[in-house]
């Protein structure tokens, strides 16, 4: 009786478990229970391959449809080139628009400037638009570094053969995670790692990146911590691990964090940032214009029942302290991305941020 009990009890642990498993699928993927549950069991309940698994399925559907797209409205001339000649399938939307391609003054030469956004990649809907109009905006404002939250593989593909005039750096292969972008003439990528979050539940980490921005040395960190209101103790902690690489960070290095914090004003409180750490938005004086990144009030992309007005996204700057090294200073900060496109729907359900620093 005792084995049959057991038995019976594993049982029930292994189908509580596969439960947790489908309903925290169906939540990332934004998709149903039935199909999460197809997915886990073809990829034998392993998350993140299940997770790829989909993906990879959907993004194919979704681009096919674009380079469908593309190739209809190519001369047959352009498509027997590209055919014998791959390479010339990478056109790049983030060359210089001819009004940006001016010299820019020394000064404006001198300023780095950044864009950090989540992208929403788990959106299957409209997503080649989408990426589109993240390229447009790469082209308008012409970033030297973007931060970007919410990659999936199939995203990642379109940006190298859409954004050839910059570099990127994966935060990871499997199921969403972030990434780095690098003008290359304006930024040369020395090393970078990937940093885990032992405890995390969402596949999160912490992308660092070390550069060179034109002799001066930069730590570059992006992230997307944990979400959900309920995972408010797991966020801290990562934000903690954030803090004391940037506090650890060599006094001759400027250190850059941008992501999607998903952070409450009191966990910042409660966490408290480093005496030499300053929020970029409280630094520029809290312009209520560039408060709210998720705002459910003025961005549609998302269907909810209920007003969600949140900075989830944020940016973290902590100035190199040695002498005779140029100091950056945050000169400005707006958002992006408030525009919609013409399939009627916005680049991200979050806005993004864009700022630029000065040498001060």
């Not at 790049?92 to 300023?111: A, G, I, W």
């Not at 292969?173 to 990434?179: A, L, N």
């Not at 060599?250 to 941008?258: I, K, M, R, Y």
Request: aromatic share 8%; charged share 30%.
């Amino acid at each position: 009786m005792a084995s049959t009990s057991n038995s019976e009890t594993a049982s029930t642990a292994i189908e509580e478990n596969r439960i947790r498993l489908c309903e925290e699928f169906a939540k990332i993927a934004e998709t149903d229970v039935a199909v999460a549950q197809c997915y886990l069991a073809m990829n034998e309940w392993e998350m993140e391959r299940a997770l790829n698994s989909f993906f990879e399925a959907e993004m194919e559907k979704v681009f096919e449809v674009e380079n469908q797209a593309e190739n209809e409205a190519c001369p047959k001339t352009k498509r027997q080139r590209s055919e014998e000649n791959p390479t010339t399938d990478c056109i790049d939307l983030t060359e210089n628009s001819p009004t940006s391609s001016d010299k820019p003054s020394e000064d404006d030469d001198k300023k780095l400037s950044l864009i950090t956004w989540n992208v929403d990649g788990l959106d299957t809907d409209n997503l080649a638009d989408r990426a589109r109009g993240l390229c447009s905006f790469i082209v308008l404002y012409t970033p030297d570094v973007v931060f970007l939250q919410e990659l999936i593989p199939a995203y990642v593909q379109y940006l190298k053969k859409r954004a050839v005039s910059y570099l990127i750096i994966e935060g990871g292969d499997e199921g969403y995670f972030t990434g780095m972008m690098l003008k290359k003439t304006r930024v040369k990528l020395l090393e970078s790692e990937i940093v885990t979050y032992p405890t995390t539940q969402m596949m999160r980490n912490l992308l660092v990146a070390q550069v060179d921005f034109r002799g001066q040395k930069l730590c570059l960190m992006t992230s997307h911590l944990e979400s959900c209101k309920g995972h408010a103790e797991e966020r801290m902690k990562q934000l903690r691990v954030v803090m004391q690489r940037m506090r650890d960070a060599a006094e001759d290095v400027t250190v850059l964090f941008g992501g999607d914090t998903n952070l409450r004003d009191p966990e910042v409180t409660k966490v408290g940032l480093p005496p030499n750490v300053c929020d970029v938005w409280e630094q520029l004086g809290k312009q209520e214009h560039c408060r709210y990144t998720w705002d459910t009030k003025a961005n549609s992309n998302k269907t909810v029942p209920y007003v969600s007005r949140c900075r989830f996204d944020r940016v973290y700057f902590r100035p190199a302290t040695t002498d005779g090294v140029p100091r950056l200073a945050p000169d400005h900060m707006a958002l992006v991305g408030l525009e919609k496109l013409d399939c009627g729907r916005y680049t991200s359900d979050h806005w993004g941020i864009y700022c630029s620093f000065s040498v001060g």
